[in-house]
């Protein structure tokens, strides 16, 4: 399987990463109710066996529970695993050692001694100042601890700052996480992915499926799919609102017909056409795994591919 490097020399990791933010989550995702800690460990088991060893978590998910059963999978396997986690920077957390104390409880939960990329959550410098986290972070390069530093939903202004920060360290700016998919594409029209492009620093796509709404199971039609959870309460998934995204969804259907895919692997596949764009899809089950997994191994050509574009336009 091809990989791509995170960031101008970071680590070469799968195009592809699978996300762990229900991992123990019991608030959005119902962990213990709607699927359960066997089915996360086949999961993880299954995306080794079909070549996807690249995971995103956080200390903040399932309250530390999901690095913690990252942690403790990782252990029965010998196959080498990649782990992205991310620092939160929370009011109380004002100087450069509480970074360090905030990797080291990670690096305990997951169990190993580095990680390949720690990202920043979310940008907020109130009691901390840009310059002094990033100043942490490439310590932490230093020490050997983490492989690439990354930053999570910042502003094209804010990653060229940590960007210009990092580099007086000799520490490229590797990643920046932020929400992009065929009905978010706000990044290619306020800078981010510019920005990105124009400094070789990866973009990781988190919700590349619109929280469901580009799998094709919700539509507006006779006996429709009912929201559940956090989904009932969007607009989106109202029947306005899946009537208005139904010139997206038809097409990617239309492909999927085409490849013998799903239209989810159709707009994941779409993601990592872009090209220096891996996006995250979440997983709880095995067959979620396999099934992400069908992305890979195709291409759209360049006539369909400038069909989905037009067709998400109004997403722009």
Request: aromatic content about 10%; hydrophobic content about 45%; some cysteine.
């Amino acid at each position: 399987m091809e990989t791509i490097a995170l960031g101008q020399n970071g680590p070469a990791v799968k195009p592809l990463c699978l996300g762990t933010w229900a991992w123990g989550d019991k608030l959005f995702w119902n962990y213990g109710s709607d699927y359960s800690f066997e089915q996360l460990r086949e999961a993880f088991l299954t995306a080794i066996e079909v070549g996807l060893n690249f995971f995103d978590t956080a200390e903040v998910y399932g309250l530390g529970l999901s690095e913690e059963f990252l942690g403790q999978f990782r252990q029965q396997i010998a196959a080498p695993v990649q782990i992205a986690t991310k620092y939160g920077p929370l009011p109380w957390r004002f100087s450069a050692q509480s970074v360090a104390d905030a990797l080291t409880a990670s690096l305990k939960r997951l169990q190993v001694q580095r990680v390949e990329l720690y990202q920043v959550h979310w940008p907020f410098n109130f009691f901390m100042s840009q310059e002094t986290l990033m100043n942490a972070l490439a310590d932490e390069v230093q020490r050997g601890r983490i492989a690439a530093v990354g930053v999570s939903n910042y502003s094209a202004e804010q990653m060229q700052e940590a960007h210009q920060l990092l580099a007086v360290r000799g520490v490229p700016l590797a990643v920046n996480q932020v929400r992009y998919s065929l009905l978010t594409r706000q990044i290619e029209t306020n800078g981010i992915l510019n920005m990105a492009r124009q400094l070789s620093v990866t973009i990781l796509a988190y919700s590349p499926l619109a929280q469901g709404l580009l799998t094709g199971k919700y539509t507006g039609g006779v006996n429709p799919k009912k929201p559940t959870g956090a989904r009932q309460f969007d607009s989106r998934f109202s029947a306005n609102g899946l009537k208005k995204i139904t010139p997206v969804t038809s097409l990617l259907q239309q492909l999927a017909e085409k490849y013998q895919r799903t239209p989810a692997q159709v707009a994941l596949n779409w993601l990592i056409a872009q090209g220096n764009v891996i996006p995250i899809a979440g997983v709880k089950t095995a067959e979620q795994v396999r099934q992400n997994a069908s992305a890979l191994g195709w291409t759209l050509d360049a006539a369909e591919f400038a069909q989905l574009e037009q067709a998400s336009r109004p997403w722009l």
